[in-house]
C-alpha cells in the first residue's frame, strides 16, 4: 500500500524546499527554524496523537513490544498466530467472537488487530466498521481470510481494512509479514509527526516563503505573522506585477543563478510603503527545473540597528580620543566665550568657530536645557557653585559631560569672568547603562528559571540563594543563609547532597542525584546539579547547586509503572506483572525445594452480568472480585495445614490475568493439598452476594490448580495447566475446583485437533447423513424421517456427534455444517418425492443456527436450490434455544412457518418446558425425549409425565412424536396414549439413504404382542 498519499506529499513540498535552503548554506534561517519546530513539536506532540487516534511511538527508547489483537473463532488459529507473533516480538491478546475483539479491544488498547472473516456474532467486516469508526483511518487493521475473491477482498478495504492475510496461512511468513504491516503503520506515524513539525516550523517561521514557476508566476505563499505589506504576494500573480521592475529583475537573475549553479542565492533591496521605505532580504533556491523558492525577510529593524551600531561605535571612538578635559573662558561684560580645542572637539565644532553661550545652549540636550540655565543663574547669583553634569547634542549623538567653574568677581561683587572645564563623561555613562542592561537581563533569566538557585562555600554553607517560588523552599531563607547543609537538610538528604558536592569538587560536574523533601505543600522530589564556580581560591571553592523540581516526572514514571504492572480497573498486578513475580517464585522454590500452587479463577456467569446489567457493572462486579480476594486471602487464615500454620507464611499475590479471570499464586507451599484451603476460601467468598444496580446478584466461579513442579516447571505451563484445570472445573458444573492432570491436556489436545480437523471437515467432504424413520401410529407406515448428521473423519473413523457437535457451536463452525444439513436433507427428499415416495424430512436445528439472523434467507435457499415444498421439511428445535426471545428470531420463524414448514420442539420436557413460547411461537409438533419413554410401560412416574405431555400437546393443537421407542410395549402404550409418531430402535435405527426406500415398504402393526418377542417389529410387506 502506499503511505504517503498525494496531500501528504503537497503538505510536504514547502518545508522540503525549506530545509533545502537550509542545507546550502543558510545557517541562521536554519537554526531558527530548527529550534521553533523543536519547541511546537515538543509542546504538541503529547496533544497530536490524541486528537489523531495514533499511539505514540515510543518503542525506540524502551523495550516493550507492540501488541497485537488475535479475532479468530478458531482456537488452532488463535494459538498458533499467538505463537508466531510473540515469536516475532509482538504481544498478544486474543479473542475468540467479534463481540469479544472489541470488548478486548477496549480493554487492553491494542496497536494492531488482525481479524478472521468468518466469526460467529459479529463477523470481521463488521467488527472492522467499528473499530475504524473508533479508531480512525490509520490504526493497521489486517483481515485473515480464506476468501480470495476480489469481492470480499474489496469488502474487507472498504470495511476499513488496512491489509489482510489469505487463508490457509504460510505461519513461517506471518510474523515478517505483520512486522512488515507494524513498520509501515509506524512509518505513517512517523509521517504525520514529521508533518505536523513542519506545520509547526512554517508557523513558527514570521518570514515570508514563496513558490514561483519557471514563467515567474506565484504558486504558493507562506506569510509569516512578521511579514509586511511590501512583501504581499498572492498566487498566480506574476514578480513583475508584484514588485518593482528593478527588484524583479534581480529575482529573475537570482533564479537563474540558483538553477545554473544550484545554490542559493541572496539579494537585496528596498520598497517604499504608506510607512516608509522597508528593506527587505531574499534567499533564493531552486527546488528542480521549473521551481524555485524564496524566503523573504523584513530586515528594516536590523538595517536600522545596524546604523545606529555604527552611529554608536562612531560616538565611541570620539570619546576615546578625547583623553583631556575642555576648558574655557567667558567675559561676562562683552559675553565673549573662549574654548580650548578639546572644547571643541566635546561639542563636536570645528576649532576656532565663533561660540556664545547661546550657542553653547543649543548644544545642550532640550531635556537638559532647563536644568542648566537654572544652574548658570544660581551660580551667577553667587547663591551656589556651577558644577552640573547633563547632556550634549552633537549631531545625533548625545554625550555626557561634566561642567565645572569659578567666578571672578569686581569689587561690588558682581561676577566678571567665569573660568570652567568640561569632562566627556560618555564612556563612563554608557559603561553605566551596559552594566544595569546586563544586570536587567541576569535578573530577567534567573526570573525565567523555574529551579532553585544556591551559592555555598567549602564548608557547604549557603552564602546566597535564587527562588522563584518560596513555596519550595524546606525552610525560609533566614533559617538556612549562613548556616550548613547538614544543619538544615535531613539526614539522608544530606548524604546525598554531599555525595554529589564532592563529586563536583573532584571533577567540577554533578548531575542526576535526587532527593526527597517534605514541604508544607507536601513531599517534592529535587534533581540536583551541582558545579565547581569558576575564578574562585581552588583552596576554598564554592559551589553552585541547581535544583529541579521532577516531582510530576516521577509521578508520572510511577503512573506510567502503573500501568504496564497493574489492573488499572482492580488495581491488582496485572497478568506481565505477575509473570515476572511467579518466574521468580519458581526460581525460589527450586532453590528451596518447596512447590509452588498457581490458581486460575473464572467466575460462572459473568457474561451474562455484562450483559444484562451492563459493562458498568460487570467492572463494579470485577472490582467486589479483587476487594475480596484481597481481604478474604490472607496467610493466617487460608493456609495452614494441621491446624498449624506452615514455618514461613506465604505471601499470597493475586492478578488479573483479564476479562473475568484471576490468578492468585501461593508460595512456599510444602504440600499439594495446602491449596485447598485457599481455594475453599475463595469459592466461600465468591458465593456471597454482590451489590449490584440495587439488586443482590449472586453468581459462583470455577478455580483451576496447578503445583509447581508437579504440574509445569515454568510460568507459562503452570498457567496454561491452571487455565485447562479450570476450564475442566466448568465442564464439570459451577463452583468447583479441580487439580490439573495429565488427562486433562489429552482431552484439550483431542479437542484441539477435533477443531482443527471441524474446519477441514466440508472441505474434504467427511460428513454425511443418516435417517431415521419416523412411523405414522394410525398407518403403521413411515412418514417422516429425521437427518442425522455423521463425521467420518479422515484416519480417525466416526466421531460421536455428541463430541463433536458442541465444538462446532462453539467455533461457529455450526453455521456453515447446519447449512450443508439442510441442502443436503432437502436435497434427498426431493429425490424421494421424484421417485413417488411422500416423505417429510426432519433436521435438527442448533441454539447457534436458531439465533442466525439469516435463518430465513439460508432455508428457503436450501429449498429453492432443491425444489422442495417448504411443507415436506421440519425444523426441530430444543427447548434451550427458545429461551432466546430476540423479537428478530420470532419474526423469521413465523415467516418461514407462513411458507407451509413445519418445527417440532425437540426433547420437550427435559429444559425450562415454558407454557409461554409453546403459545408464541409457531410450532406444530412437540417431541416426547426418550427419557420418559425409557421407563414405560412400567415406571408410573415415566407414565404420568408422557401423558401429560400428550394431554397437553393435543389441547394445544399440536401432533406428537415419540422417540426412543425400543418394545412393541412401549409402541403399543403410545399408540393408546394418542401418540402420532413413533421413533426409535424397535423400528429401524438410522440408516443411509439408499436403504430407506426398503423400509418405506414396510408397514407396522401395533395392535398385539407377536409371541410375546419384543425384539423386533411386527409388520406385513
Not at 511511538?57 to 482456537?75: K, Q, S, Y
Not at 508584484?242 to 533564479?255: D, G, L, Q, R, T
Not at 547603562?433 to 557547604?460: G, N, R, Y
Not at 474434504?764 to 429425521?786: A, H, K, M, N, W
Amino acid at each position: 500500500m502506499a503511505y504517503k498519499s498525494r496531500e501528504v506529499r503537497r503538505a510536504m513540498t514547502p518545508l522540503v524546499s525549506l530545509n533545502r535552503v537550509a542545507s546550502k548554506g543558510h545557517r541562521s534561517g536554519e537554526d531558527e527554524t530548527r529550534k521553533v519546530g523543536h519547541r511546537c513539536w515538543r509542546r504538541r506532540r503529547g496533544e497530536d496523537w490524541r486528537r489523531n487516534g495514533i499511539r505514540p511511538d515510543t518503542r525506540g527508547m524502551t523495550t516493550v513490544p507492540a501488541r497485537i489483537l488475535v479475532a479468530d473463532d478458531d482456537t488452532t488459529v488463535r494459538l498458533l498466530m499467538q505463537a508466531t507473533l510473540v515469536k516475532a516480538g509482538f504481544q498478544v491478546c486474543l479473542a475468540s467472537d467479534g463481540e469479544e475483539a472489541l470488548r478486548v479491544f477496549g480493554e487492553q488498547s491494542p496497536d494492531m488487530v488482525l481479524l478472521d472473516v468468518e466469526m460467529p456474532g459479529r463477523n470481521g467486516f463488521d467488527v472492522c466498521v467499528e473499530l475504524r469508526r473508533d479508531v480512525g483511518g490509520e490504526f493497521p487493521i489486517v483481515m485473515v481470510t480464506g476468501m480470495d475473491d476480489m469481492k470480499s477482498i474489496q469488502r474487507a478495504f472498504d470495511a476499513g481494512a488496512t491489509d489482510f492475510l489469505a487463508k490457509p496461512l504460510n505461519w513461517n511468513l506471518v510474523g515478517p509479514r505483520v512486522m512488515y504491516l507494524w513498520r509501515g503503520y509506524q512509518t505513517r506515524i512517523q509521517l504525520h509527526r514529521a508533518n505536523q513539525r513542519n506545520t509547526a516550523v512554517l508557523s513558527a517561521i514570521p518570514d515570508l516563503m514563496f513558490r514561483v514557476d519557471g514563467d515567474g508566476a506565484v504558486l504558493e505563499v507562506h506569510a509569516g505573522q512578521s511579514a509586511t505589506a511590501a512583501t504581499a504576494l498572492r498566487p498566480g500573480v506574476v514578480l513583475e506585477r508584484s514588485f518593482p521592475p528593478e527588484v524583479a529583475a534581480a529575482y529573475w537573475v537570482a533564479m537563474e543563478k540558483s538553477r545554473a549553479e544550484g545554490s542559493v542565492q541572496q539579494i537585496e533591496y528596498a520598497v517604499g510603503t504608506d510607512d516608509g521605505t522597508r528593506h527587505c532580504e531574499t534567499r533564493i533556491v531552486a527546488l528542480d527545473g521549473r521551481e524555485t523558492l524564496c524566503l523573504v525577510r523584513d530586515i528594516t529593524e536590523r538595517k536600522d540597528s545596524e546604523r545606529a551600531l555604527r552611529e554608536s561605535a562612531a560616538r565611541l571612538r570620539q570619546a576615546q580620543q578625547v583623553a583631556n578635559i575642555g576648558s574655557w573662558y567667558l567675559d561676562l561684560a562683552t559675553d565673549r566665550l573662549d574654548w580650548s580645542a578639546e572644547t571643541y572637539r566635546i561639542f563636536g565644532i570645528a576649532e576656532g568657530s565663533p561660540v556664545s553661550y547661546p550657542v553653547f545652549l543649543g548644544y545642550v540636550h532640550p531635556e537638559d536645557r532647563d536644568a542648566v540655565q537654572k544652574a548658570w543663574q544660581t551660580a551667577l547669583a553667587g547663591t551656589d557653585n556651577y558644577r552640573i553634569e547633563h547632556r550634549i547634542m552633537v549631531g545625533d549623538e548625545v554625550r555626557w559631560v561634566l561642567e565645572h567653574a569659578e567666578f571672578e568677581h569686581d569689587d561690588n561683587g558682581r561676577p566678571k569672568r567665569a573660568v570652567g572645564t568640561v569632562q566627556d563623561l560618555t564612556a563612563r555613562k554608557l559603561q553605566e547603562l551596559e552594566t544595569l542592561a546586563a544586570k536587567t537581563q541576569l535578573q530577567a533569566t534567573l526570573d525565567a528559571i523555574p529551579d532553585l538557585l544556591f551559592e555555598v562555600d567549602h564548608e557547604s554553607r549557603y552564602v546566597a540563594y535564587h527562588c522563584r517560588d518560596e513555596a519550595l523552599l524546606a525552610v525560609a531563607p533566614e533559617r538556612f543563609l549562613g548556616r550548613t547543609i547538614a544543619e538544615v537538610l535531613p539526614p539522608e538528604v544530606v548524604r546525598t547532597t554531599m555525595a554529589a558536592l564532592r563529586e563536583a569538587n573532584a571533577t567540577g560536574y554533578s548531575s542526576g542525584q535526587e532527593i526527597r523533601l517534605e514541604l508544607p505543600g507536601g513531599p517534592r522530589w529535587f534533581e540536583l546539579s551541582v558545579s565547581r564556580k569558576p575564578g574562585v581560591d581552588a583552596e576554598r571553592p564554592h559551589f553552585i547547586f541547581l535544583s529541579r523540581d521532577v516531582t510530576e516526572r516521577k509521578e508520572a514514571a510511577e503512573r506510567i509503572f502503573r500501568l504496564a504492572f497493574f489492573d488499572p480497573l482492580t488495581g491488582l498486578a496485572n497478568r506481565q506483572s505477575l509473570m515476572q513475580r511467579l518466574d521468580r517464585e519458581i526460581k525460589r522454590a527450586r532453590l528451596g525445594g518447596d512447590k509452588l500452587g498457581v490458581l486460575l479463577l473464572d467466575l460462572d456467569g459473568f457474561k451474562n452480568i455484562n450483559d444484562t446489567l451492563g459493562p458498568g457493572a460487570g467492572d463494579r462486579l470485577l472490582q467486589g472480585t479483587a476487594d475480596r480476594l484481597r481481604e478474604g486471602v490472607r496467610p493466617a487464615d487460608v493456609v495452614a495445614r494441621q491446624g498449624s500454620k506452615v514455618a514461613v507464611e506465604p505471601e499470597i499475590e493475586l492478578a488479573r490475568s483479564g476479562g473475568d479471570e484471576f490468578i492468585i499464586l501461593i508460595p512456599h507451599m510444602a504440600h499439594v493439598e495446602d491449596a485447598v484451603p485457599v481455594a475453599d476460601r475463595i469459592l466461600e467468598l465468591m458465593r456471597q452476594p454482590f451489590q449490584l444496580v440495587q439488586q443482590d446478584v449472586v453468581l459462583t466461579a470455577c478455580i483451576g490448580i496447578a503445583v509447581y513442579p508437579d504440574d509445569g516447571k515454568d510460568a507459562e505451563t503452570l498457567v496454561k495447566h491452571a487455565d485447562t484445570a479450570m476450564h475442566h472445573a466448568k465442564d464439570k458444573g459451577h463452583d468447583t475446583c479441580e487439580f490439573y492432570s495429565d488427562n486433562l491436556t489429552q482431552k484439550a489436545m483431542r479437542r484441539l485437533s477435533l477443531g482443527s480437523s471441524l474446519h477441514r471437515a466440508l472441505e474434504r467432504d467427511e460428513f454425511s447423513l443418516v435417517y431415521q424413520p419416523q412411523v405414522d401410529v394410525r398407518t403403521g407406515r413411515v412418514s417422516s424421517v429425521e437427518a442425522l448428521l455423521r463425521w467420518n473423519r479422515f484416519g480417525q473413523g466416526l466421531i460421536s456427534p455428541m463430541e463433536f457437535i458442541p465444538l462446532a457451536e462453539e467455533t461457529g463452525l455450526i453455521l456453515p455444517i447446519g447449512e450443508w444439513v439442510l441442502r443436503a436433507a432437502c436435497t434427498q427428499a426431493a429425490q424421494w418425492r421424484a421417485r413417488g415416495h411422500s416423505l417429510r424430512v426432519a433436521v435438527n436445528l442448533s441454539p447457534v443456527q436458531f439465533r442466525d439472523p439469516r435463518l430465513f434467507d439460508r432455508v428457503t435457499r436450501s429449498l429453492s436450490e432443491a425444489g422442495l415444498a417448504p411443507e415436506h421439511l421440519e425444523l426441530e428445535v430444543t427447548e434451550g434455544a427458545l429461551m432466546d426471545d430476540n423479537p428478530e428470531t420470532v419474526r423469521a420463524l413465523h415467516a418461514l412457518r407462513e411458507t407451509g414448514l413445519q418445527f417440532s420442539l425437540d426433547d420437550f420436557g427435559t429444559g425450562y418446558s415454558s407454557m409461554s413460547y409453546l403459545k408464541r411461537l409457531p410450532l406444530s409438533n412437540l417431541k416426547v425425549d426418550r427419557a420418559f419413554v425409557k421407563g414405560l410401560p412400567a415406571d408410573s412416574d415415566s407414565h404420568a409425565i408422557v401423558r401429560a405431555i400428550l394431554a397437553l400437546a393435543h389441547h394445544l393443537g399440536f401432533s406428537t412424536t415419540a422417540e426412543g421407542i425400543e418394545t412393541l410395549d412401549q409402541a403399543m402404550l403410545l399408540k393408546q396414549l394418542n401418540c402420532d409418531v413413533l421413533q426409535g430402535f424397535y423400528f429401524a435405527k438410522p440408516m443411509p439413504a439408499e436403504e430407506v426406500d426398503a423400509v418405506l415398504r414396510q408397514r407396522w402393526d401395533l395392535e398385539a404382542p407377536v409371541g410375546g418377542v419384543e425384539g423386533g417389529p411386527k409388520h406385513a410387506l
